[in-house]
């Protein structure tokens, strides 16, 4: 999907937000393709739907700039901006029918009864829910009622679609089918989704891009692939997934010591001794008889995951936290090894 994204479509530069004396956004810069499927990704109160109401136009900049297709956004009012917005909470209404819900927005722009029957219609079959119009919202599912919110959300055919946290009500399996429905529903529109979630998997799954935040300021911005395997900070490295972090110097490009050992890694680019951080993440390290490893340790502790142990094995003065598909018993002495290529090397200070 990400080979059909065009150029920039918005592109925030700058931007900055504070409600007084206390600051929600440091100096935001980024750019949003168009077509492209991007999400927002960090913890609660980081600034994230800050920034969707800065984009829908809920809220302006305190310095700054957003620029959609080039041209400044400040001063146009939210209903003149060809965006629309999906929230958590779907704010139906519960007195009207689904297709009065999703026909809402139409209605207001006085369209014509059949461009009305034939733009909802559309919609119902996106979103799965024909056969659904004369049903009063509030006798459907969560997962239903949140269909019809994207439907009247999209009804309008707006150029960006922005959604904060719109899965969060629903249970687990609801939540990853929905994911799946809207990630299908973005490529066959051909619209730009910006999504705010605080929930790792969802935007691994679903983008074509992921910025990480955290404290109002961007920590990372990048693929999928790039946020999990090369995460640029040890904020990142620990949001993202499980990681195991240990302190160490690069003698010199392409290897690495630590824990007493000097390990060969693929990161070059640092000076003679510099100190580091040495990230592993714990699917990364293989399990194997205690003298024939890289390094040995003993077994603290093994839980099932379902798909694998989570095991986490005591190493000298260090804790590592491991994924293996087979159980290990407490106290057992087992061997560890890893490759160049799952060691990752990053500056330390960074995002710490």
């Not at 957003?66 to 929230?87: E, K």
């Not at 297709?99 to 909802?120: H, M, T, W």
């Not at 089918?177 to 990630?183: D, N, R, V």
């Not at 160490?248 to 630590?258: A, H, I, N």
Request: aromatic share 8%; hydrophobic share 35%.
């Amino acid at each position: 999907m990400a080979g059909h994204i065009r150029d920039s479509l918005i592109r925030m530069d700058r931007v900055c937000k504070a409600y007084g004396d206390h600051r929600i956004l440091f100096d935001i810069s980024m750019d949003v393709g168009e077509r492209e499927f991007l999400t927002i990704l960090g913890p609660s109160g980081c600034g994230k739907t800050t920034i969707l109401r800065l984009l829908g136009g809920f809220e302006t900049p305190s310095s700054g700039e957003i620029f959609l297709d080039s041209r400044p956004l400040s001063g146009v009012p939210a209903y003149r901006r060809p965006i629309n917005t999906v929230f958590q909470k779907y704010s139906l209404f519960s007195h009207l029918n689904v297709f009065e819900n999703i026909a809402f927005g139409l209605r207001i722009k006085k369209l014509p009864r059949e461009e009305i029957l034939r733009k909802v219609g559309r919609m119902l079959e996106l979103v799965n829910l024909r056969g659904y119009e004369n049903r009063l919202v509030n006798s459907l599912s969560g997962g239903q009622q949140q269909r019809i919110a994207i439907a009247r959300a999209l009804v309008c055919e707006p150029r960006v679609l922005l959604l904060d946290e719109p899965l969060g009500a629903l249970d687990l399996y609801l939540r990853k089918e929905m994911q799946i429905e809207l990630k299908n529903m973005q490529t066959s529109l051909g619209i730009t989704f910006i999504y705010v979630t605080h929930d790792q998997e969802e935007a691994l799954t679903m983008s074509d891009k992921v910025v990480v935040m955290n404290s109002g300021r961007i920590q990372q911005m990048g693929t999928p692939e790039d946020i999990y395997n090369e995460p640029t900070n040890v904020f990142t490295s620990r949001f993202i997934g499980e990681s195991n972090i240990f302190d160490g110097v690069m003698p010199r490009d392409l290897l690495v010591s630590f824990g007493g050992r000097e390990h060969v890694c693929v990161d070059r680019g640092f000076s003679p001794m510099q100190e580091v951080h040495v990230v592993i993440r714990p699917e990364d390290v293989r399990v194997c008889e205690p003298g024939r490893g890289t390094l040995r340790g003993e077994v603290l502790s093994s839980v099932f995951k379902g798909v694998h142990y989570e095991m986490m094995l005591k190493e000298g003065d260090r804790v590592w936290m491991i994924h293996n598909t087979k159980n290990h018993p407490v106290g057992t002495e087992v061997g560890i090894y890893f490759g160049p290529e799952d060691i990752h090397i990053m500056k330390r200070g960074e995002g710490e």
